[in-house]
């Protein structure tokens, strides 16, 4: 498809670095003392020369660790710290492999500008001063014909941090990342109109100490959550009861008691049912729901007929499995956590999935409790001094024109439909800042950003590789990887409060740039000088850490700083407080019935695959993030590319065998741009097909991972939003198997 910004690809320009592969990688230990890397390849400088404290930044866990490098300032390796609860000395397999995204050689070199030759679209280089002139004088344009606001902010990961401050100090408050709508929005919204308050990131639950762990959907072992695999893994070696609700014979399901291969999208059936068990049956704990919660007795009578055997019709799961896995939680409690999950963004009922969850833990008593839901702690670390911000006149919400009411961050999917000029946008987003996050990869109905490309006035994308993003950008501004670069200090909450250095191993490659740089260089062309009054970062984390009586120098020496608690870990008396209306547990939410959505969920059916298709449900791979990771090259030694899992009992009936590729058809007649490898496995439900997330790239200057397996995203054109905050449900599309490419024209 044509576009008034055509899509350009990026050429690879001159090539340079060292590539040094790294196989085999494996789950280490902290190296202190050794002096030779025995595993690198022969030719390499194996001798360590010095280490320097990072955090990872291949997900969002961001673990501590140390980056070892030689004398020719090679990167060598890096470990985990032994000292960062997160991670506890080791890394999962991304981490590790994580210097692959360093030695890359498709990586963006120097920053670009989009310009017509000869009628034809392309980009060509151009030096920094250049560039970012360029964005600062089209911010100038955009806040003068429009107003600051206009101008918006798509991040995800470190550098949202600087650009956010950047847009703040311009005077725009459209700031949003896929991280809400995308991922964990309907869960945090669940539990604060339940408990006035989400789990965070890392999640406050107690895996280490619980008795009990039931996972819904949370492929724990696949999603690599570090500090939860490491805590799953020691606790199953305890006797650890596991109940895995998956479609799918996941990794922890494999592991678990009790798997129950639940029909996808009636997981607020099945929570009903065990509420309907541990009321009915006396479970719950009584003391804890008498003093903490509200609407018991409405909530009772509410799931009074919603008994196994109503679920069972809906699940497909057998009455007395429902019932004895709702006993093993029961005689766990308080020690149990039905895990509140993480991407929850599935079928657009998905908030009130996550308030039926947040009600069984509060039946199960487990809020403060010991092998429950703990209470973190965090450091408040002051921000380096600035003048307050201007303020914006008006931002996402004033779009919103009285839908998704309890949205409690902004919402991605909003700010791209109010780039497109119609007469439901009241205000008009013209300008994009786009760091850190391949939009086109992430967030579903790729029609809509594609008609947001096409309006918008000027987007500026920030980026360590060329992805299909980039394609889209008036100017593309590289930034080095996170082994080159400060960041800000990472303030994790905890168990224990601690502060994690991120610092450069080695110079950045190329002409690339850290964030901060950037941030800091527009915001002086915008004459924002004061909102950027320090030389360097440096001096803003050692401001920062001489406040709370540390400094740069101690932190560069140990990369992490452990504060100690202040306030008690589990709660300590029976009765506790809550931010909720009522100040209690709100069985019954007061804040949905206000805004007119059930108060207590209720099941509603969804759609099923018509005959010949089958739905299609994703997750992650163990050795990959997203789609950031499938250029990868340690990363893809692991896995080059992902498959199509497929019922034997479907693969008879399409005539389809392992091995064989084949290009998937979803409902809407949308067919994937490369074939995927169909994997024939007793694994998943005969109503169902699997892939992961983040493979099938389109562009050609990822020369690794172009062509490599299927995009889930590119099939996900039915998207069901969640009326009470806007998640994108991605799960309600169906695909059919299609043995002969229909010629399509590759895109991103
Ligand atoms: N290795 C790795 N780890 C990661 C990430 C990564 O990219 N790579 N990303 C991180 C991020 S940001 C996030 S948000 C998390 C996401 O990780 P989770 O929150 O654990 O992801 P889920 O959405 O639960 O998704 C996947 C599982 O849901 C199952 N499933 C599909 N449909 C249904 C259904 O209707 N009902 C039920 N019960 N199960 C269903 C799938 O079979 C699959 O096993 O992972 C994090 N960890
Ligand atoms: N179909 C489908 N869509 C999903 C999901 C899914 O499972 N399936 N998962 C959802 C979830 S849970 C989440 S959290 C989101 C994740 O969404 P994103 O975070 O957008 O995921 P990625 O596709 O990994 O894109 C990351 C981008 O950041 C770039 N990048 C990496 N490191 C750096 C850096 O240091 N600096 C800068 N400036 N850029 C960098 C990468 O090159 C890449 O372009 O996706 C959501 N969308
Ligand atoms: S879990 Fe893995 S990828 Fe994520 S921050 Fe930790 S080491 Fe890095
Ligand atoms: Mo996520």
């Known amino acids: 498809m044509k576009t008034r910004r055509d899509f350009i690809k990026i050429s690879t320009l001159a090539a340079g670095g060292v590539a040094v592969g790294l196989a085999p990688l494996k789950y280490l230990r902290g190296l202190e003392g050794k002096k030779i890397l025995t595993d690198l390849p022969v030719g390499t400088n194996r001798e360590i020369y010095q280490r320097f404290p990072t955090y990872c930044e291949v997900c969002f866990w961001k673990c501590a660790g140390w980056v070892y490098t030689n004398s020719d300032n090679q990167i060598l390796k890096v470990l985990g710290n032994e000292e960062d609860p997160l991670c506890n000395g080791r890394l999962c397999p991304r981490g590790t492999g994580g210097i692959g995204m360093y030695y890359d050689n498709d990586r963006l070199k120097t920053p670009l500008i989009r310009v017509t030759r000869n009628g034809k679209q392309e980009y060509r280089e151009a030096s920094w001063d250049e560039a970012l002139t360029l964005v600062a004088s089209r911010m100038k344009d955009i806040k003068s014909k429009y107003g600051p606001e206009a101008m918006a902010l798509f991040n995800h990961g470190s550098s949202g941090k600087f650009f956010s401050h950047l847009l703040k100090a311009y005077g725009s408050d459209n700031i949003t990342a896929p991280s809400f709508a995308q ?39 696949e999603n690599m959550h570090n500090t939860q695999v490491q805590e799953m893994s020691d606790a199953i070696d305890k006797g650890l009861t596991l109940i895995t609700v998956d479609p799918r014979l996941s990794t922890a399901a494999a592991k678990s008691k009790y798997w129950l291969p639940i029909k996808p999208a009636t997981d607020i059936a099945l929570l009903m049912a065990w509420i309907h068990v541990i009321i009915e049956d006396g479970l719950y704990q009584k003391d804890f729901v008498e003093k903490n919660t509200i609407g018991f007795d409405k909530l009772k009578a509410h799931v009074q007929l919603m008994t196994p055997e109503w679920a ?45 969850v947040a009600i069984l833990n509060a039946l199960l008593g487990n809020w403060g409790a010991r092998g429950g839901f703990f209470f973190s702690e965090k450091t408040s670390l002051p921000e380096f001094p600035c003048p307050p911000y201007p303020a914006a006149k008006w931002n996402w919400r004033n779009n919103l024109n009285g839908r998704y009411p309890l949205a409690s961050e902004s ?47 000027f987007i500026v994308v920030v980026d360590t590789m060329p992805m299909e993003i980039t394609g889209y950008a008036d100017v593309v501004l590289p930034e080095c990887t996170y082994l080159e670069r400060y960041d800000e200090l990472r303030n994790s909450a905890f168990r224990e409060p601690t502060i994690a250095l991120r610092m450069p191993a080695t110079p950045p490659k190329f002409e690339s740039k850290p964030a901060w740089w950037m941030a800091k260089e527009i915001g002086e062309r915008l004459g924002l000088h004061e909102y950027f009054n320090y030389k360097n970062y440096e001096e803003v984390i050692d401001w920062q850490l001489k406040q709370i009586g540390s400094s740069l120098a101690e932190l560069q020496k140990n990369g992490i700083l452990r504060l100690g608690r202040t306030k008690p870990l589990y709660a300590e008396g029976p009765e506790l407080s809550f931010n909720t209306p009522s100040g209690k547990i709100e069985l019954y939410s007061s804040a949905f019935a206000d805004a007119g959505f059930d108060p207590i969920p209720v099941f509603k059916q969804h759609p099923e695959p018509p005959e010949g298709y089958y739905r299609l449900i994703y997750g992650r791979a163990p050795m990959h993030t997203f789609s950031r990771t499938a250029n990868n090259s340690n990363l893809i030694d692991l896995m080059p590319e992902n498959a199509i899992w497929v019922n034997p009992r479907v693969a008879a009936i399409e005539g389809i065998k392992t091995g064989e590729m084949v290009y998937l058809k979803n409902q809407d007649g949308v067919m994937s741009s490369f074939p995927v490898k169909v994997r024939v496995t007793e694994r998943i439900r005969w109503d169902s097909v699997y892939m ?25 054109t039915n998207v069901m939003t969640d009326p009470t905050m806007g998640g994108t449900g991605m799960r309600g599309n169906f695909i059919s198997f299609q043995k002969v490419n229909q010629g399509k024209e590759v895109e991103s």
């Open 312 to 356: 069972y019709g809906i699940t497909t799961l057998e009455p007395s499995l429902i019932r004895r896995t709702a006993r093993e939680m029961a005689e766990a409690a308080p020690a149990v956590i039905v895990h509140p999950g993480r991407h929850v963004a599935w079928y657009g009922d998905d908030s009130q999935r996550a308030r039926a």
């Open 183 to 221: 991922c964990r929005g309907p869960r945090d919204v669940g539990f604060e109109n339940t408990y006035g308050v989400s789990v965070g990131s890392p999640e406050v639950t107690d895996i280490r100490d619980t008795r009990c762990l039931v996972l819904i959907g949370s492929h724990i072992g």
């Open 692 to 716: 992961v997330h983040g493979f099938g790239h389109s562009r050609k200057e990822l020369s690794k991972a172009f062509g490599r397996g299927a995009s889930t995203t590119e099939l996900i």
């Open 411 to 457: 919402i991605t999917n909003v700010i791209i439909e109010s780039s497109i000029p119609s007469a439901a946008v009241t205000h008009t987003v013209k300008g994009w800042i786009v760091s850190g996050t391949n939009l086109p990869e992430a967030i579903p109905d790729k029609s809509m950003f594609l008609k947001a490309a096409q309006e918008l006035e």
